[in-house]
T-cell receptor, first 117, second 112 residues
Framework: DGGITQSPKYLFRKEGQNVTLSCEQN?????MYWYRQDPGQGLRLIYY???????QKGDIAEGYSVSREKKESFPLTVTSAQKNPTAFYLC????????????????FGQGTRLTVV | KNQVEQSPQSLIILEGKNCTLQ??????????LRWYKQDTGRGPVSLTI?????NTKSNGRYTATLDADTKQSSLHITASQLSDSASYIC???????????FGTGTRLKVLA
């Protein structure tokens, strides 16, 4: 069954800890994205990757890091430098980043809710 | 500045009624506009996509319109069902930066 899978669904982080959110897709998409969703705000781009071994900062990259060692995987690490990490994190993928209309439709995972305790 | 504004912020309607959600954008240059449905605690799912040349597109009980001149879009839901209760997000793609600009969404509640 093709799709994009995020894990875990819920994650709790202690102050000063780094945590890693998993995102895996089997859609054979080149582009992958991480967004953060906060109440009353639109989704904000953290990082994106157009191809394996390449990624770019989005609008709110500070305190986050990513890797793209495999086409299928794009994990996001929330570091201790991120001062307000409590949020709903969404991973998405698209066939291409700069392609035509239908090749750039973003398919989203089910999200990970991160809470600082 | 590239922005997407949606109205109303929230809406409550009775099952079986129709409703219309609005999206105004200032994104330029414009590539396309998508409407997503997001159930609480879940990821968004695409409903429709509109390109510059399209005025109306339907997907079942959902009908989206686009006026590229006034930079406005609407999503009309016909004969609402309880399962329509969700947030509806308007997303516009900038063809220069390739970025998606997300609206804050309209939270729809359908009551029995």
């Amino acid at each position: 069954d093709g799709g994009i899978t995020q894990s875990p669904k819920y994650l709790f982080r202690k102050e000063g800890q780094n945590v890693t959110l998993s995102c895996e897709q089997n859609l054979n998409h080149d582009a992958m994205y991480w967004y953060r969703q906060d109440p009353g705000q639109g989704l904000r781009l953290i990082y994106y990757s157009q191809i394996v071994n390449d990624f770019q900062k989005g609008d709110i990259a500070e305190g986050y890091s990513v890797s793209r060692e495999k086409k299928e995987s794009f994990p996001l690490t929330v570091t201790s430098a991120q001062k307000n990490p409590t949020a709903f994190y969404l991973c998405a993928s698209s066939k291409e980043h700069r392609g035509g209309v239908f090749s750039t439709e973003a398919f989203f995972g089910q999200g990970t809710r991160l809470t600082v305790v | 500045k590239n922005q997407v504004e949606q109205s109303p912020q929230s809406l409550i309607i009775l099952e079986g009624k129709n409703c219309t959600l609005q999206c105004n954008y200032t994104v330029s240059p414009f590539s396309n506009l998508r409407w997503y449905k997001q159930d609480t605690g879940r990821g968004p799912v695409s409903l429709t996509i509109m390109t510059f040349s399209e005025n109306t597109k339907s997907n079942g009980r959902y009908t989206a319109t686009l006026d590229a001149d006034t930079k406005q879009s609407s999503l009309h839901i016909t004969a609402s069902q309880l399962s329509d209760s969700a947030s509806y997000i308007c997303v516009v793609r900038n063809s220069g930066t390739y970025k998606y600009i997300f609206g804050t969404g309209t939270r729809l509640k359908v009551l029995a």
